[in-house]
C-alpha cells in the first residue's frame, strides 16, 4: 500500500471523478442554505434539495470534499481515536445518473485500483434486504459472500438529515485493521458487526432512493440518487497505518504546537493527550466556523462555537495554561488547511482575534468557575440545576464542561432542571423584547430575498424597499430618529466583502430621506444600516439610493492598490508571497501576507516604486466574468471561494496583475494617482503586515507632515533642513542637564543627610528617618546603608517617592530591633503594606506620607 499525505488523498480522490465524468466543485460554507439544519453534517447537504428534486442540478454528477461538523459526540472527542466535530467528507453524488452498480464499481476501483488496498482487507456491510447490493457485490465486484453481512435501519439505512429529506439504505465499507482487539468478544467469527475495533467503517454508499416527510411517512423519489462520504481523517489513518486520525499528517502539527505550548509530551499521560486532542480538535472547528461567518453567543450556531472555544479552554487549563492560548492553534490551521481552503488565510486575522476575545471572556471567570465546583462537589453528590445554571449564567460555563467535571469527580448534575431555567431565562428575555419570535428566525425568513447589485457601474438608482429589520425583528417602517437594517430590491451600495468596506450614503423617497451608515452581507441578505432623519420608510416604498462618491473612490483606488501592490510583493519577495487577510478601506489599505523576515528599506522602495510606474504608466482596468476553470488556466490568482458558482469575476492590470475578485475599482491605474507604504511589520510568525495608502490621502499625508515640519521649525526656530541637527543638539543638551540636576541632587542629599546624622549622633538617637524625596529605591537603599555605617547601632529609616501620589521606605537595622517588624508598624499606620528581614525590609504607601510623619507616629 502506498504511503499517501492527505493533501495527496484529497487530489487523488477529486482526480478519480473527474477522470469518472464528475464536476468537482469546492467545499460548500459550514452553515448549510437549509432553515431544518444548524449545521453542514455531510457532503450531501448542499445538495438536499436536488436529492429531493425541489431544485434542479446543473451537473448530472459531482464529486466533492467537504467541510463538516457534527456536536453530538463532542463529549466523546479525545478520548477515543476517531470522534471529531469537524471533518472533511470526501463525497461523489449522482443526481438522477448512475445508481447502485456504477457507485459500487467506483468505490472499489478508487480503493483497491487508486489507493492500491488490498482486496482481502475490505469487508462490506448492506441494507438487510437489499439483494441488488448483495449480488452488484458479488457478482460484478467478485467478492466473498463470507465478506459481506447485512445489517438492519439502525446501520445501514441514511438520512433524513432533519426532520425530513431524501434517504435511502447504504452500503459501507470496511478496512480490516487486522489488529488484535482484546475486547473482542468472538475473534474467530469477528465481522463488521462486531463491536470492536478491528473493522473500520471507510466509505458510506447511499443508494438515495427515498424520501421522508415530516411525519415520519416515506415515499420513492422520483429520481434515483447516489451519496457518498469518506471521511478524509479516517482513510488518511488506514493509508498511514496509524490506528488514530489524531497520528495522521492531519493533527500531527497540532499535537506538536500542544508538546511546545504546554512542555508536556505527547503519549506519556493519557489524560494530557485527551486534552491535547480536544485543543486539536476544536481549533479546527472554530476557526472554520469563525470563517465561515459564526461568531461566539448564547444562541444556535454561536453558542456551539463558544462552547467549543471554552472546552478548549478548559483544556489548555488542565495543561497548566493561565491565559488565551487557543487563538495560537489558528496558525497550524492555517499551515495544515489553508492551502485548500483559502476562507482561512482569508480570514486569518479575524479568526484570531475572535478567539483570542472569547478566550479572555472565559477565563476572566474560569477560576471563580472552577473554584464554585470544587466546593459544592466537595460537600454534595449532585450539582443541583440552581448551581449549574449559576455555573452557566454567572461564570460563563457551558453545560457540556460542567458534564465533563461532574464525570470526572463522579457527581452527578440536574440536567433536566437546568434545562427548565435555561428555557426560563429564554422566555423572560423573549417576553422583555415584546414578542414570541426568535430572532435569528428573521434572517433566516428573508433568506431568499435576492437584491441585485449594480454598484460595478452606477452609484445611484431607484429601488423598492423589500424588508425593514429593527433590532432583529421584521418591522412595517422606521420612522424619524429610528435606525434599522433595510433591504432593496437593487442597491449600488456595496456590501463589506473580501477585506473591502461597505458603502456609505443617503437614501431619499417622497418626503423623506435617511442616512445609510453601513452596508453588510448576513448570508446572502444585502443589508443597509440607515437611519431616517425625516418621513417614514415603509416597506414597499420606493426610493432613491446614492452611494458616497468620494468615499467609494478613495476606496476603489485602495482596492486596485492592493491588487498592484499584491503582485509587486510578489515580484520583488517571490512567489512564496500568499495573502493571508486584507482591508480595504477609503483612508488605508492593510495587506497581510506570508513572508519570513521583515522587508528592507530597499525592497520597501522597491514595491513602492513599482507600484507607482504601474500608476504613471496609466495602464487600464479590465473586468471579465469567465467560469472558474478558465479563471484559474488564465493564471489568475484565486483568493476566496467562490461558493458553487460556476461564474467568476477576474481583475485584470494590464499584464502586470490579475485576481479573483468582487471588489469596486478603478478604471485606470491613472485614477491611483499615487501609493505610499506607510508601515511594515510582523504580525505573527510567518505573516507580515504592509499599511499603504493612496490617491487624496498620500496628498492629505503629505500636508500634514508638512505642517508638522513647519510646526518644529517654528518652535525649535530653525529652517526645515537643519531640523535633524538641531533635534540632536537639544536631546544632548537635555541629557548633559539632567546629568548635572542629578549630581547636584545628590550632593544636597548628602547634605541633608549628614545634618540629619550629625544631629541623631549629638542625641544618640536610635531611630533615623530620612526623607530622600524622589530617589530611586537603588538610591534609598544606598543612602540606608552609609546611614547605618554612619551612626553603626539603631535602625534607618529612608522615605522616598520617585511617582506622585505614592511613598516608600526602606528600613535597615544593626540588629537589636527588628527590621521587618518596623516595616509592618509604620506600614500599617499609614494604610499601607511592609515586610522583609531582621536586618532590611520595604513597604510603601498609596499615598504621599512624609518623614516627619512617620517620626512622629514612631514617638506615639
Ligand atoms: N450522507 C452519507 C453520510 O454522511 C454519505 O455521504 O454518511
Known sequence: MKKL??????????????????????????????????????????????????????????????????????????????????????????????????????AWEFLTKWLEIPEERLWVSIYEDDDEAYELWTENIGLEPRKIVRMGKEDNFWGPVGPSGPCGPDSEIFYDTMLDVKECPDPDKCDPTCDCDRFLEVWNLVFTGLYQNEKGEIGELERKNIDTGMGLERITA???????????????????????????????????????????????????????????????????LRRLIRRAVRHGKLLGKDEPFLYKFVDVVNEVMGEFYPEIPEKYDLIKETIKAEEERFFNTLDQGLALIEKIVSSSSTISSEEAFKLYDTY????????????????????????????????????????????????????????????????????????????????????????????????????????????????RWKDGIGKISNTYLNGSLHLHQLKVERGTLEVSMEATLEVDEERRNDTARNHTATHLLHAALRKVL????????????????????????????????????????????AVPVTTEIMSLEEAKESGAMALFNEKYSDEVRV??????????????HVKNTGNIGSFVILEEKATSAGVRRIEATSG??????????????????????????????????????????????????????????????????????????????????????????????????????????????????????????????????????????????????????????????????LKA
Open 5 to 106: 499525505s492527505s493533501a495527496q488523498i484529497r487530489k487523488m480522490f477529486l482526480d478519480f471523478f473527474k477522470s469518472k465524468g464528475h464536476k468537482i466543485l469546492p467545499s460548500s460554507s459550514l452553515i448549510p442554505d437549509d432553515p431544518q439544519l444548524l449545521f453542514t453534517v455531510a457532503g450531501m447537504v448542499p445538495f438536499k434539495k436536488i436529492f429531493w428534486g425541489l431544485e434542479k442540478p446543473k451537473y448530472p454528477r459531482v464529486a466533492t470534499v467537504q467541510k463538516c461538523l457534527r456536536t453530538n459526540d463532542i463529549e466523546n472527542v479525545g478520548k477515543t481515536p476517531r470522534h471529531q466535530t469537524m471533518f472533511e467528507m470526501l463525497g461523489n453524488f449522482s443526481f438522477g445518473d448512475y445508481y447502485k452498480k456504477e457507485a459500487i464499481e467506483y
Open 574 to 617: 517571490g512567489e512564496h508571497v500568499k495573502q493571508a487577510g486584507s482591508l480595504v478601506s477609503f483612508d488605508r489599505l492593510r495587506f497581510d501576507f506570508t513572508h519570513m523576515k521583515p522587508l528592507t528599506k530597499e525592497e520597501i522602495q522597491k514595491v513602492e516604486d513599482m507600484v507607482n510606474a504601474v500608476i504613471l504608466e
Open 396 to 507: 460563563g460555563m457551558p453545560l457540556d464542561i460542567t458534564l465533563e467535571i461532574a464525570k470526572e469527580k463522579g457527581v452527578k448534575v440536574e440536567v433536566d432542571g437546568f434545562n427548565a431555567l435555561m428555557e426560563e431565562q429564554r422566555k423572560r428575555a423573549r417576553e422583555k423584547r415584546g414578542d414570541k419570535a426568535f430572532v435569528g428566525r428573521t434572517y433566516e425568513k428573508l433568506a431568499n430575498t435576492k437584491t441585485e447589485f449594480i454598484g460595478y457601474d452606477e452609484l445611484k438608482c431607484d429601488a423598492k424597499v423589500v424588508a425593514i429589520i429593527s433590532n432583529g425583528e421584521s418591522v412595517s417602517e422606521l420612522r424619524a430618529g429610528e435606525e434599522g437594517e433595510v433591504v432593496f430590491d437593487k442597491t449600488p451600495f456595496y456590501a463589506e466583502k473580501g477585506g473591502q468596506i461597505g458603502d456609505t450614503g443617503i437614501c
Open 651 to 664: 481583475v485584470s492590470v494590464g499584464n502586470f496583475s490579475k485576481e479573483l475578485c468582487g471588489g469596486t
Open 696 to 857: 487624496r490621502n498620500t496628498l492629505k499625508m503629505i500636508r500634514e507632515m508638512r505642517t508638522e515640519i513647519e510646526t518644529l521649525s517654528k518652535e525649535l526656530n530653525t529652517p526645515p533642513n537643519s531640523l535633524v541637527q538641531k533635534v540632536k543638539e537639544v536631546i544632548k543638551e537635555n541629557s548633559d542637564l539632567s546629568d548635572r540636576l542629578t549630581r547636584v541632587k545628590e550632593k544636597m542629599l548628602k547634605r541633608m543627610l549628614d545634618e540629619t546624622l550629625e544631629k541623631a549622633k549629638k542625641s544618640s538617637q536610635e531611630i533615623v528617618v530620612f526623607d530622600a524625596q524622589d530617589a530611586s529605591s537603588a538610591q534609598a537603599r544606598n543612602i540606608a546603608d552609609m546611614a547605618l555605617n554612619s551612626i553603626k547601632n539603631g535602625v534607618v529609616i529612608v522615605i522616598f517617592s520617585p511617582k506622585k501620589d505614592k511613598s516608600s521606605f526602606v528600613v535597615k537595622s544593626s540588629g537589636r530591633v527588628k527590621a521587618n517588624e518596623v516595616a509592618k508598624k509604620i506600614a500599617s499606620a499609614f494604610g499601607g503594606k511592609g515586610g522583609g528581614r531582621l536586618d532590611m525590609a520595604q513597604g510603601g504607601w498609596n499615598k504621599k506620607v512624609s518623614a516627619k510623619e512617620v517620626d512622629e507616629a
Open 238 to 304: 488506514v493509508m498511514q497505518n496509524v490506528e488514530s486520525v489524531f497520528e495522521t499528517d492531519l493533527f500531527i502539527p497540532f499535537i506538536k504546537k500542544s508538546e511546545k505550548l504546554f512542555g508536556k509530551s505527547y503519549g506519556k499521560n493519557e489524560k494530557n493527550d485527551i486534552s491535547m486532542r480536544v485543543i486539536a480538535d476544536h481549533s479546527r472547528a472554530s476557526a472554520f466556523l469563525i470563517a465561515d461567518g459564526v461568531f461566539p453567543s448564547n444562541t444556535e450556531r454561536g453558542y456551539v
